[in-house]
């Protein structure tokens, strides 16, 4: 795989162009290195707000890696400056963790930022992010699920499979109950009392299902640097704000739905 350190001025034209047309909705496409070197290739935009977000068209993405490899990330922000949205840092990062669980030796693929109408151009060398405190919030890549995930697997070697969730999922009365219809087999099994490495599952604001997940770090001294003093903890990340620890008692007991240890940990 080629990953070109810098763009060709001909193929970031053919990005601005792109993101000219597209106005003002967010377009998005990929890098490939083809037989006669990169080359851009539009994808499909099905963000629900594409005014807002992008999403790549599988199927657009799919096409696009029959020509070659994909070696770079593309999107563009309408009126808006090229510096990474929280989503995308996000997302960059998300995904650059998942290729390094694959392949610790895999090359980081860029991501292409470009603002329209301003036609500014940025490239992004996407990192992992392991800390598990201060990540900013996007459902779906970094929320409370992720970091209890990523817990997991950073400190107990645990890995799960991937849980698709739309976001407000627990606002829906007939809709699934999902850490009820999930814990058992991603290996989790009831208990009454937590110890350390237990995920408590909470029932949070207008809801019909229990729909906030922290782990259970007991009374500790000290989390990835950060001292602490008092106690017992939770590691969570509350919608809309940063990952963080919080003394686990008051609210958080009170609205606790269901404590649960993995058969790894028994």
């Known amino acids: 795989m080629n990953v070109p350190e810098e763009l060709k001025q001909v ?22 290195d083809t037989i006669k070197g990169e080359k851009y290739v539009r994808c499909i935009n099905i963000a629900e707000k594409p005014t807002d977000d992008f999403k790549m068209c599988p199927k657009s993405l799919m096409a696009a890696e029959e020509l070659g490899d994909i070696v770079g990330i593309v999107h563009s922000h309408p009126d808006a400056t090229t510096q990474p949205s929280t989503y995308d840092i996000a997302v960059m990062s998300a995904n650059r963790d998942v290729e390094l669980s694959i392949d610790p030796e895999s ?35 970094w929320d409370c699920w992720q970091v209890c995930n990523d817990y997991y697997r950073k400190y107990h070697g645990i890995k799960f499979e991937r849980f698709e969730r739309e976001d407000c999922w627990w606002e829906i ?23 350390p490495g237990d995920m408590i599952v909470m029932q949070i604001g207008r809801t019909y299902h229990p729909n906030h997940a922290a782990i259970y770090l007991g009374n500790i001294t000290e989390f990835e640097g950060e001292g602490l003093h008092g106690g017992p903890f939770i590691l969570h990340h509350m919608y809309a704000k940063k990952s963080n620890i919080a003394v686990y008692g008051g609210q958080w007991e009170q609205r606790t739905r269901l404590i649960l240890r993995h058969k790894e940990m028994t």
């Open 11 to 32: 193929t970031i034209k053919a990005i601005l162009k792109h993101a000219k047309e597209g106005y003002p909705e967010e377009v998005c496409g990929v890098i490939v």
């Open 173 to 195: 009365k007939d809709g699934d109950s999902l850490y009820e219809k999930w814990y058992p087999s991603a290996g989790f099994e009831r208990v009454d009392t937590p110890q």
């Open 107 to 141: 090359v980081a693929i860029p991501w292409h930022i470009v603002s329209w109408p301003d036609g500014d151009y940025r490239q992004i060398i996407p990192k992992a992010r392991t800390e598990l405190t201060g990540r900013p919030f996007v459902h779906g890549v």
